[in-house]
């Protein structure tokens, strides 16, 4: 390794004051792991040996437009500016001892430090000091298993696992975010180690789940999660998908794997993590409500309903936010099966307005799901399926042009019912609120100000309304 990579200033200016102090300060982790991926990365992890803070308050001085935050609890100070962060801390020596969960930290040797961290490819560092600004230190053969693309424990991985279960979470999140493969008797670890993970808070599984869903292809994080049992330890529902039931010669699709491929082609269409949570999420409920039809087959009736009851209790279990994202992830859940229902013949104007105004902001997003819901492996079947698919969502653009349903507000709203016949609040301002609604919706009337007036004032009469002067 030379300077390649090490272009920002801050480089020189932390080897600078780093020997000011008398400190030997390295780059070391992620960052360095990256650089040599060829991944951007603008999180920066300093080890000094010496005091992290102190070193942080010496660059900083130097830095202009930085701010610095001190976590004196930790030992570990962090500098941003626009757009990097430099986290500084004190090479440190863990040791664990069983009848804790917590390790003893103590100051330690640049090779502690090293001999603490997770993975081998996590274990590079790039030495900063001035006679040798910019070399590699590779004491596990890092490079060697990043060109390779392996994750392995630089250390027994049983022992590394007990010391801290999260570190399974870890090495599938790295093999589902770089294509990588886990090295054998560290795949053994995480099966033999799965059920250590009850320890670890679900907030931090969760940040981990997360970023594998976020991965290029999390169909990899979800294969190991599920055949190391981890995913049993916090997951069960997505489990159950998992398997083929035959009964009359009649099989159903294994929709753990179904589930997967949905999960895999949704990441190809969208970044959005709940949209990609719609896709793990969208048929949770068929193990609950399958059923052997005799002479039919197997049937999943409701489980859209039943899936969407589903995703609150899940997402409050998980640790995942309750509020919009929790609703949208429900609303997709609901609706996945309403564009297939589109895509037969003579579907009227007003099914369709129906999809516009129940998926209101969510209708690319449900559409993006449909698109990826179609999993068959005959070519000709998917063709079909994709075109019926684009066919509806021509046809949603057509009635969303001329009738504006989408956001869809009542052209009159409730107060103007009341003051037009003089009653207050009650019932009757609901039943005529939604004769309007499904009139519109239903196209018996255009979506303006006058037809609605007429409606209403027809509506009221109907009702024993009068209309007040
Ligand atoms: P990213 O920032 O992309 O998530 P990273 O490798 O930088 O990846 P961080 O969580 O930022 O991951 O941790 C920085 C470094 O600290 C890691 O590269 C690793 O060397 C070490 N590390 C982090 N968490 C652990 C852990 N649970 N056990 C051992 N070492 C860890
Ligand atoms: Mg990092």
Redesign the pocket.
Known sequence: MNQNGLTHPIFQLVSEASKSLGFKTYI???????LHLNRK?K?V?FVTVGSGIELAQAVQKRLKNSSLSIFKNFGTAQIKTADWEF?FVGARKESYDRKSRKPKVEDGTFEDDIH????T???LAISIQKDDFGSLIDTFNGLSDLKNKIIRTPLDPVV?FK??P??MM?AI??AS?LDFKIESSTKEALKSEAKSLSIISQERITDELN?IILSPKPSIGFKHLFDAKLLHEFFPEMVKLQGVEIREGKGHKDNFYHTLQVLDQICERTEDLWVRWAAILHDIAKPPTKRFVKGEGWTFHGHEDKGSRMVKPIFARLKLPLGAPMAKVRKLVQLHLRPIALTKENITDSAIRRLIFDAGEHLDDLLILCKSDITTKNKLKEQRFQKNLRNVEHNIALVEERDRIRNWQPPIKGDEIMNLFDIKPGREIGIVKTALKDAILDGIIPNNYNDALKFVIEQGKKLGLQIHE
Do not use: A, H, M, W
Request: glycine share 8%.
């Open positions: 070391v982790g992620g960052y360095v792991r990256d990365s999180d992890d986290e603490r961290r997770d993975f490819i996590n274990t590394t010391d801290d999260l570190r870890r999140r790295f975010q970023k």
